[in-house]
């Protein structure tokens, strides 16, 4: 079944504490971003990569790191969160980027104390 | 930057009532495309739309796009509960192919 994985669905932490939420596509997609989602502000695009060791700045990076190593995971890592980083986070993939349909994980809601 | 605007924010509809939201650029797009998000889930993808005065037609929904592909509608017939969620458009403009993200418009119905 094509899917991607995320993981984990539900986190609270520390201010401070490294985390790092995974996300995995089974589809063989070249394209993958992060998005975070609040209220009234819909979706807003992190980082993305294009392809393995090609990733790039989305719209709010920062705070946030991602590494492509493999063409199937794109992990994104709070190195220190901080409690703004609260949020519902979607991993999501596609063939490339715009003018294909784009996956999307099942979402990691993330709450920083 | 760019941004598509869509309208309206929310809509609150009785069952068996249409229900249209709209999306709005002010530059010309290359596509555009359509996702629903379930309450509690993540958005999923309906439809994408290319050519200029397009008009696709998935059961009740109806998805066009406007002869200057600067806009687009989605148009449900006799909502039902089912359809509630939030309708998300997502262009694509310009070389890069960035998706531009409206910001939603939440259906809830009444049954």
């Known amino acids: 079944e094509a899917q991607v994985t995320q993981n984990p669905r539900y986190l609270i932490t520390v201010t401070g504490k490294k985390l790092t939420v995974t996300c995995s596509q089974n589809m063989n997609h070249e394209y993958m971003s992060w998005y975070r989602q609040d209220p009234g502000l819909g979706l807003r695009q992190i980082y993305y990569?294009?392809?393995?060791?090609?990733?790039d700045k989305g719209d709010v990076p920062e705070g946030y790191k991602v590494s492509r190593k493999e063409k199937r995971n794109f992990p994104l890592i709070l190195e220190s969160p901080s409690p703004n980083q609260t949020s519902l986070y979607f991993c999501a993939s596609s063939f490339y980027q715009g003018g294909t349909e784009a996956f999307f994980g099942q979402g990691t809601r993330l709450t920083v104390v | 930057g760019q941004q598509v605007m869509q309208i309206p924010q929310y809509q609150h509809v009785q069952e068996g009532e249409d229900f249209t939201t709209y999306c709005n650029s002010s530059t010309t797009l290359s596509n555009i495309q359509w996702y629903k998000q379930r309450p509690g889930g993540h958005p999923v993808f309906l439809i994408q739309?290319?050519?200029s005065g397009e008009v696709k037609k998935q059961k009740r929904l109806t998805f066009q796009f406007g002869e200057a592909k600067k806009n687009s509608s989605l148009h449900i017939t006799a909502t039902q509960t089912t359809d509630v969620g939030t309708y998300f458009c997502?262009?694509?403009?310009?070389?890069?192919?960035?998706?531009?993200w409206g910001l939603g418009t939440s259906l809830a119905v009444n049954p």
């Open positions: 997502a262009a694509n403009a310009g070389n890069n192919r960035k998706l531009i």
């Open positions: 990569s294009m392809n393995v060791e090609v990733t």
């Open positions: 739309l290319v050519k």
